[in-house]
Each structure stands twice: as C-alpha cells, then as structure tokens.
C-alpha cells in the first residue's frame, strides 16, 4: 500500500475495503491489548502527545537544511577570498539544492515502502556526511573547493525529504482539525532556516575590504578562513545532534491511526503517477504553484543584482529577503490554523494571497520604474513591497500541500509533494543557470514576478476544489 509504513506487517491497511469501520467497531491499542484492558477508543482516531516531539525533530532537520543550503550566499565575498571561490562556484553552491531534486522520485519511493523513519534516518545521515566533508581540514584550495561542493550537494539530497514528507507527517501523526497547523510548522522551518543564514553568516565572518592593504594581506585573508571553518563545524555539530536524536527517536507511526484517512489504504507507487500525470486539475494546480515560486526563487537570489540600479546596498537586500521568509513563515502557520479551524477554505485563502502577492509584486516593478510611474522611489517602498510579495507567495506553501494531498487522495502525500517541488525546483534552476550567464539586465525580470502571480491567480480561480481526503475524515468516522 501507499501508506508507506516500516515493514509488511505495519504496511497492512489498517481498514479493510469499505469505507470505515462497521457500525460499533472498537480499536484497542497495542498497550490496552498487551495488559488486556478492554477497548475505550470509538473509532479509528486517536493522537498521542510525542507527535510534537515527532514534529519538532522533523521541523529542527528542515531548520538545520535550509541554514546549511545558504551558507554560502551572505558571505559570499568573503568566500571569495578565503577560498578563492568564483561567481560559477557562489553560483552553483546554490543550484546544489535544486540539483539535489533530481533523485526526488527515489527519496519518494522510499518514503511510500519504508516509511518516515527509515526515510528521516537516510535523509539525516546524508546532511552528516555533507556538513562533515566541508569541514575536513586540507591545505590545497582546489580539493577543499572540491570538499564543499560535495558537502553542499549531499546537504541538496537531504531536500526532498524535509520538503515532500511535511503531509505525510502530519497526517501520519495528527488529526485532521491539526493537519494544516502541522505541514505548515514542518515545511516552513527549512525557509526560515535558509532566512537565519543572512544572519548568522555575516555576524560571525566579517565582510573584506579590498580598499585596504591591511584586509588584503594574507594574515587577514587566514582570519577569515577561520571564522568561516567555525560557522562549519557548528552546522557540523548541530547536524549530528539533530541525527543522534533522530536515531534514539523517531517511531514510524503511532501505536493508532490519528483519523481514518491516516488508516486507510492508498494507491501503489505506479498506480499513483498515473493518476497524478491524468488528473488535469492537479495538473493545474501545480503550475499554480509551480511557476510564481520557481520565479521568486529566482529573483530572491539575484534580488541585490536587481535593486543595485536603485541604489539599495547588499546588506539592505539581504535584510529585505529575511524579513520576507521569517514574515512568510509567521503568516503561514497562521494561515494553516485558519485552515484547520475552518475546514473547506483552502482555495479562498489561496486567491486571496496570490491576489496580495499581484498586488505587491506590481508595486515593487512600477517602483523600480519611477521614472516612468513618478511613483516614490523610497527605502520604506521597496522594503514594504519586497516583504509583503515574499509574505503572501511564502505562506502559500502549506496551504498548496493540503490542497494537493486533498485533490488526489488516496495518492499518498509523499508522492503528491514531491512532484510538485521537483517541478518547482527544476523552475527554479532552469532560471538561476540562465541568470548565472545574463545577468547584465534584470529589468525584464521584474515583469515575470506581477505576470508569474496573475497567472496563478487565474489557474486558482479555474480550479475546482475537492476536499477527498477530509471527507473521508467527517463522514467515515461519524
């Protein structure tokens, strides 16, 4: 089955062919049954309070891989120098994490065979490898270059898992009135980690100054070496922290299914791919999230390029996108709890953040083109237009997963999300490697964001919502 438990037993679907239990069933759970306690659970449905647990060292692991995705991008001049890094290299340290994707099928099919552990454990191991190959000590440049480009690909591999088994969790582990909350906590923790890079980057490793003899000699270009080898070995020992814990605890599933959508049998993995490729409303559903995300990746990461026109510092940029993913963190968590208490409202928040994220992404391109628009060319309308398009494109995330999981139901959640972030991060770096070689104009670039957002505004208005998954939930257990 899809349900994607540990072994063939945990594997057996927990509801037989019909719809739900019969009339007075009863579910004992294997503690009650072991001290031979009679029955006191009506109905599949029953939470446990470690699921917090569960989600907190899920959440931690995207934290800790979206910190180590970004290294390198705050702190790039200072690479520069220290490693002798070129703009390919900066360049591609990014594209790893998109690179990483290009298994996703593979981390898929393991999330639907093996289940969340073994999936966790293997994800979690591969971050370790990856933070402890860029901190190997080697005196030759190039080998060390080398060393770091593969710690940041194998850190790109651990993608797909913090980023597709966010649904899979939440529905694993927590009732359908706390679903939303749980996929919106779990995949917004690896954005608000890649946001504490632009913090921690430059607070530790100083930026260099080649207008100085002093800064430009070799004892200064050590130091910062240094001070970067310090940020690597933290990552390196929060990782492994994070894995020792993972491999103490971390259960595959609960003792009792959470609802009757988390008991009931799913479609096979092959069986699932046909149905997604079919299914013309998923299909237009991804795109709408697919392409206005895959663009804004691409403009977040060449926001300094395209602001410098306007005289905005790369420090001033690098304060815009944090404020943006932290904000687009805060607001979908929010968003996801609205959800939950007001069950069936998925597409209408929907339309009303991408007609948000139009709006402002609008604004921020007649800005830029003040000379044309006499709009005010300020500090404070950059800053509040860039934040308010990274809030409301940010906080959409959770939202699209549940909307997918309950398009396509009983396509397990694990396969859903990952075709959905692999078409979005193949967007993305398709854009990313082609700004790495034209870069010398961005203005262009400033019309896909407004064109991105009405596009899937329009698709999202299209789409006709179905709620599967939920249905199965009220109607069954009642």
């Known amino acids: 089955m899809g349900a994607g438990w540990s072994t063939e037993e945990e594997r057996q679907p927990l509801l037989g062919p019909g719809l739900g239990p019969a009339p007075g069933t009863v579910w004992r759970s294997r503690e009650a049954a072991a001290a031979g306690l009679p029955a006191a659970i009506p109905g599949p449905g029953r939470v446990y309070g470690r699921r917090w647990l569960v989600l907190l060292l899920f959440s931690l692991l ?33 594209l790893w994490g998109p690179i990483g994707f290009l298994p996703c099928f593979a981390f898929m099919w393991l999330l639907d065979k093996r289940g969340l552990r073994v999936t966790v454990l293997l994800t979690s191991f591969l971050m370790v490898l990856g933070t402890g190959l860029r901190c190997i000590p080697v005196s030759d440049l190039l080998l060390k270059r080398r060393l770091i480009h593969g710690g940041q690909l194998l850190n790109g591999l651990a993608g797909p898992t913090v980023m597709n088994a966010a649904p899979f969790l939440s529905t694993t582990w927590f009732s359908a009135d706390e679903r939303a909350t749980a996929t919106a906590i779990a995949s917004m923790l690896s954005y608000l980690g890649g946001a504490c890079a632009f913090l921690v980057g430059p607070l530790v490793v100083p930026a260099p100054n080649g207008t100085s003899p002093l800064l430009a000699s070799e004892t200064s270009r050590t130091h910062i070496k240094d001070l970067i080898e310090i940020v690597l070995y933290a990552e390196f020992g929060v990782v492994c922290l994070l894995f020792c814990a993972t491999l103490a605890y971390f259960p595959p599933r609960p003792p009792l299914p959470p609802s009757v959508a988390a008991a009931s049998q799913r479609l096979s993995y092959r069986r699932s791919f046909c149905r997604l490729l079919s299914n013309m409303r998923f299909l237009m559903i991804a795109l709408a999230y697919a392409i206005p995300l895959g663009v804004f990746a691409g403009w977040s990461g060449v926001l300094d390029l395209i602001l410098t026109p306007v005289h905005v510092s790369q420090v001033d940029a690098g304060w815009i996108g944090f404020w943006s993913i932290v904000g687009g963190c805060v607001v979908g968590i929010a968003m996801a709890r609205f959800a939950d208490f007001i069950r069936g409202m998925l597409k209408l928040i929907l339309l009303l953040l991408f007609s948000g994220a139009t709006l402002s992404s609008t604004w921020f391109t007649l800005t830029c083109l003040n000379s044309i628009t006499h709009l005010p060319l300020t500090t404070v309308t950059l800053y509040a237009s860039c934040i308010l398009l990274g809030v409301f494109l940010n906080s959409s995330i959770p939202i699209f997963f549940e909307l997918f999981v309950e398009t396509v139901y009983p396509v397990p959640e694990g396969i859903t999300c990952g075709v959905v972030t692999f078409l979005s991060n193949m967007f993305m770096g398709v854009l990313l490697f082609f700004l790495t070689f034209y870069h010398t104009e961005l203005s262009w670039f400033n019309w896909c964001l407004p064109g991105s957002c009405l596009l899937s505004l329009l698709l999202i208005l299209c789409f006709r919502e179905s709620y599967d998954r939920l249905y199965l939930d009220v109607v069954v257990s009642v």
Request: aromatic residues 18%; proline residues 3%; charged residues 5%.
């Open 62 to 94: 995207g934290f800790a891989q979206g910190l180590v995705w970004n290294t390198w991008g705050p702190i790039q001049n200072s690479a520069r120098q220290a490693y002798g890094f070129s703009s390919w290299d900066i360049a591609l340290l990014v």
